[in-house]
């Protein structure tokens, strides 16, 4: 979709920018999507237009790097051949095996998610901040 938005209306979550199969941050990032809605409009004081121009700016890179996490894991979890189906199993059972450092090296190579949610900075008012 060219905009999640259309006149008074908008889109959030899945509705808007599904981040595609097998990412499983869906609801994560309609939660952060929420968010930052609501303080894009109260940040326009009512002005519709730069209030969703303001979510769509803000939301899209998180949007974007969230859509290449599920391709990436798919192909990194998913063997297609009875050589890499025998190497995931393998790589399974030397895993826990492995030293501790070396272990958080390997699987720091899965961190889309992580680098995705990076990509937005979420602030609030600290004069609305609760108690």
């Not at 121009?53 to 979890?77: D, F, Q």
Request: aromatic residues 4%; proline residues 8%; charged residues 20%.
């Amino acid at each position: 979709m060219p905009s999640w938005s259309h006149g008074r209306v908008t889109l959030v979550g899945d509705a808007g920018y599904c981040p595609g199969p097998a990412v499983g941050g869906g609801t994560a990032v309609a939660m952060i999507g929420a968010y930052v809605l609501a303080g894009a409009l109260r940040a326009a004081d009512g002005n519709l237009a730069t209030a969703f121009a303001s979510y769509e700016r803000e939301l899209g890179e998180l949007v974007r790097l969230s859509r290449t996490i599920g391709p990436r894991v798919m192909k990194t979890l998913i063997p297609q051949t009875p050589r890499q189906v025998w190497l995931t199993s393998q790589a399974m059972r030397l895993l826990p095996r492995l030293p501790a450092p070396l272990r958080g090296r390997l699987l720091s190579l899965q961190r889309g998610p992580a680098r995705a949610l990076a990509a937005i900075t979420l602030t609030h008012d600290k004069d609305e901040a609760a108690p």
